[in-house]
């Protein structure tokens, strides 16, 4: 497999998720700015809409979106409990939770912040609404270590992504004290400090 990622950007969640996973795969970047891959080509060739994640199977098929993503490759292995079994309320959970980050908190919340030509107005605006969802956050996490209770599942991966920008773009989550813990009890995971470590996050 290879997954097509951009560093820091939200395909750091399959990043980790193919660490957690122990499956073989290839990290190929694809600069969202650049679209340029490293030997050269053109990755909007690979990926039209241009953007990442991407997932490359061996078979050559190609599948998009980080939530999509993530729960393929939990599928493949089950043992491993990155996500729930299908059929079950916990599965559904699972995906109210990576709908709701990708919805509420990656496009709805943090996008608009990243981009220079949003007024200010606009970010402000977008800011507080943010910091509201995250503070619902807080409250679901308390007395749990992850979001879905005492197991670390794919969707734990995309949440502590995107909480991790909160840095670069003026929203400050310290006062949340179960998301705090919640970032450094993921990000200290083997897995994720080793997805770090291979897109240069980590010194």
Same mark, same amino acid.
């Given at each position: 497999? &290879?997954?097509?990622?951009?560093?820091?950007?939200?395909s750091?969640?399959?990043? #980790?998720v193919?660490?957690?996973?122990?499956?073989?795969?290839?990290a190929?970047?694809a600069?969202? &700015?650049? &679209?340029?891959?490293?030997d050269?080509?053109?990755?909007?060739? #690979?990926?039209?809409?241009?953007y990442?994640?991407?997932?490359?199977l061996?078979?050559?098929?190609?599948?998009?979106?980080?939530p999509? #993503?993530?729960?393929y490759?939990?599928?493949?292995?089950?043992?491993?409990q990155?996500?729930?079994?299908?059929?079950?309320?916990?599965?559904y959970?699972? #995906?109210?939770?990576?709908? *709701?980050?990708?919805?509420?908190?990656?496009?709805g919340?943090?996008?608009p912040?990243f981009?220079?030509?949003?007024?200010?107005?606009?970010?402000?605006?977008?800011r507080?609404?943010?910091?509201?969802r995250?503070?619902?956050?807080?409250?679901?996490? =308390?007395?749990?270590?992850?979001?879905?209770?005492?197991? *670390?599942? @794919? =969707?734990?991966?995309?949440?502590? @992504? @995107?909480a991790?920008?909160? &840095?670069?773009?003026?929203?400050?989550?310290?006062?949340?004290?179960?998301?705090?813990? *919640? @970032?450094?009890?993921?990000?200290?995971?083997? =897995?994720?400090?080793?997805?770090?470590?291979?897109?240069?996050?980590?010194?």
């Amino acid at each position: 497999m &290879k997954l097509y990622y951009s560093p820091g950007a939200c395909s750091l969640s399959p990043h #980790i998720v193919l660490h957690e996973s122990g499956l073989p795969f290839e990290a190929v970047p694809a600069p969202t &700015k650049t &679209k340029k891959l490293p030997d050269g080509r053109d990755y909007t060739a #690979i990926n039209p809409l241009g953007y990442v994640p991407l997932l490359e199977l061996d078979d050559g098929q190609r599948l998009r979106e980080g939530p999509a #993503i993530v729960q393929y490759v939990a599928d493949q292995v089950p043992a491993k409990q990155l996500a729930p079994a299908w059929g079950t309320m916990a599965r559904y959970r699972l #995906i109210e939770w990576l709908n *709701f980050t990708a919805t509420e908190l990656h496009k709805g919340g943090f996008s608009p912040l990243f981009n220079p030509a949003m007024p200010d107005a606009v970010k402000d605006a977008t800011r507080t609404r943010l910091l509201q969802r995250l503070q619902w956050v807080d409250g679901e996490l =308390a007395g749990r270590p992850y979001v879905l209770g005492d197991t *670390f599942s @794919v =969707a734990d991966a995309y949440l502590f @992504v @995107v909480a991790g920008w909160g &840095k670069y773009v003026g929203v400050d989550i310290a006062p949340l004290q179960n998301l705090t813990a *919640f @970032v450094a009890r993921v990000g200290a995971r083997p =897995a994720v400090q080793a997805a770090l470590r291979a897109e240069g996050l980590l010194k």
